[in-house]
């Protein structure tokens, strides 16, 4: 089935208020947002991995967000979880980060992870929805959010599922 990326958003798997400021203890606790998530075979072997590219470069992408991510046979269709942080991560490569999409994607599907960062790259490109993204009160206010700056781009559907 084919989508738009905010369809990988799912409230239950939003932290609007992650509260390690470390960046490998910020991203466990944000990865704990996928442990049963029906499309992740085996969650440990997934965080090992998503760790292991996590400490080969900077998962920073500038303008206070990261996208720590694993291509990886652990994961059955793309997983997404969301984690804010108000008082900011440091992450090697610049500026604080206050907002981590985590993405797992399954190796056979290697160009999702590019598509998905593309659209990533502009949707947070913009201020104001930066700016709207670090404000939502609710995890559904940001679903929400998302959703609506999505439907400004002009993007292709994102397969997800």
Do not use: W
């Not at 996928?34 to 965080?47: C, Q, R």
């Not at 994607?105 to 490109?125: A, E, N, V, W």
């Amino acid at each position: 089935m084919s989508g738009r990326f905010s369809a990988l958003l799912d409230p239950a798997r939003v932290s609007l208020r992650v509260q390690n400021t470390d960046r490998t203890a910020a991203l466990h606790e944000v990865a704990q947002l996928l442990v049963g998530h029906p499309s992740v075979a085996n969650f440990d072997g997934f965080y090992a991995e998503l760790l292991a590219r996590d400490r080969l470069d900077t998962t920073s992408l500038g303008y206070g967000f990261a996208v720590p991510h694993a291509r990886t046979e652990y994961v059955k269709d793309i997983v997404l979880a969301v984690g804010r942080s108000q008082a900011g991560i440091p992450f090697d490569g610049g500026d604080d980060v206050h907002l981590i999409f985590m993405l797992g994607t399954p190796k056979s599907r290697p160009g999702d992870y590019l598509q998905i960062l593309s659209i990533l790259c502009r949707l947070l490109k913009s201020p104001a929805n930066r700016e709207a993204f670090l404000n939502a009160a609710t995890p559904e206010e940001f679903v929400r959010l998302v959703t609506e700056a999505e439907a400004h781009l002009a993007t292709p559907a994102v397969k997800v599922g």
